[in-house]
């Protein structure tokens, strides 16, 4: 779990208060910002000291293995080690910070490290501050990378952050389609968890919490406001500690093989999904749509349409390799439910 969490609006402030005792002589602290931030006001708020460093994370596609290595690389060689790394950004740079904090304690390259429990060594000190509400990645023990053979997190009890600092404000001006698809990675991961056969109070608890709060803000408010803003924080990390101790299903399986093959985005790959899986979550399904049509979102369609075989196979290998998911989703039997065939017409559909 994160050691320690600070909310409420405007808590960006209290970064350099919180940072300061993680401080170690002469080693930087490297602040990863989201790019989107460059030449924004934001950054003239990152309290630098002596030779921290600014480096702008390129998230124009999800983190890969290579992306990681070259920063944790970079940093070695300016540096020898850093005092931490605070990721400031949507899912996407905090799972960079996570993977660049344990890269710099750790040989070799991250893909060595993408499973379960392999890595090795604690990571440097890292913080994580969202600006988008959604994915969870700010609690969650995994940091998501895709690889040279797999798309795949280096989960381990070493990948939580330390610290968390969640600022409602920073999400303020997130873009309206952007701010959807990720608070809906938060609805499924909600509907995925609290349908799932891991399901255990622990996961039920939070998991129901952040589903009244996304029924709340998705359809009982009118317009979106600092409340909606305040509460998808809450639901994020609700959702995210929810499948901390479950695991999530079908819509993430099907959605990472199609990030795999075409790089598509983790929030709006699981919306393209879910549109199409009422046979394995029928009110989540239909409720799922009600959100999108009050919020005027389009969700792509065809997506899949003129692959070839071997792609088609490529993203059945990726999503049949996510057996925990399936497992959680279908049963022990999951195999004799989700064949290959049944998962390529699937594909097709999407
Ligand atoms: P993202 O981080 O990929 O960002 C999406 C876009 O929004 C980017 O263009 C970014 O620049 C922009 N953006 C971010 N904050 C903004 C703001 N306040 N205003 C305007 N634009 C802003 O999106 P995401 O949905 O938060 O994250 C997706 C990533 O999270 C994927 O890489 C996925 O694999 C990962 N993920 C990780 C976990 C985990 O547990 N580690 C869980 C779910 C998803
Ligand atoms: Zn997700």
């Known amino acids: ?3 320690y969490v600070v909310y409420g609006r405007g808590s960006f402030n209290q970064l350099d ?12 602290m490297v602040f990863l910002v989201d790019h989107f931030f460059e030449g924004k006001p934001l950054v003239n708020r990152v309290p630098l000291r002596d030779n921290d460093k600014i480096i702008f994370a390129d998230v124009t596609y999800e983190p890969k293995t290579k992306q990681v290595d070259a920063l944790a690389n970079q940093l070695k060689d300016e540096f020898g080690s850093v005092s931490g790394v605070i990721g400031i950004g ?17 040989p070799g390259s991250s893909a060595d490290y993408q499973g379960w429990d392999l890595v090795k060594f604690p990571g440097v000190y890292k913080a994580g501050i969202p600006t988008l509400s959604g994915t969870g990645a700010e609690v969650s023990r995994t940091t998501v990378l895709t690889g040279p053979t797999r798309k795949l997190g280096m989960n381990s009890d070493f990948t939580p952050f330390n610290q968390i600092v969640l600022d409602p404000e920073l999400t303020a001006n997130a873009p309206v389609n952007q701010r959807f698809y990720t608070g809906m990675d938060c609805y499924i991961h909600c509907i995925e968890s609290l349908t799932g056969t891991y399901l255990n109070e622990f996961s ?26 305040d509460k998808l924080m809450m639901a994020s ?25 075409l790089g598509t985005k983790h929030g709006i790959g ?14 989540g399904v239909a409720e799922f749509k009600r959100m999108v049509e009050k919020n005027g979102i389009d969700i792509p369609q065809g997506i899949c349409k003129g692959l070839t075989d071997e792609q088609f196979d490529t993203m059945i290998n990726v999503s049949l390799g996510m057996k925990p998911l399936w497992e959680n989703a279908l049963g022990v039997d999951w195999e004799k439910i989700m064949t290959r065939e049944k998962l390529r017409a699937l594909y097709e559909k999407l």
């Open 270 to 283: 699981n919306c393209i999904v879910m549109n199409h899986i009422e046979e394995y979550y029928p009110e």
């Open 1 to 3: 779990m994160v050691d």
């Open 237 to 261: 990390y609700a959702g995210g500690m929810s499948i901390a101790y479950s695991q999530v299903g079908v819509a993430h399986a099907v959605s990472y093989g199609l990030s795999y093959l």
């Open 17 to 28: 208060e919180i940072i300061a005792p993680h401080r170690a002589d002469g080693k930087p």
């Open 204 to 229: 039920k608890s939070y998991g129901e919490k952040a589903l009244e709060l996304c029924r709340y803000i998705f359809l009982e408010k009118e317009q979106w406001d600092e409340e909606c803003d």
């Open 90 to 106: 949507g899912g996407s740079t905090m799972d960079l910070a996570k993977a660049v904090s344990l890269m710099i304690n750790n």
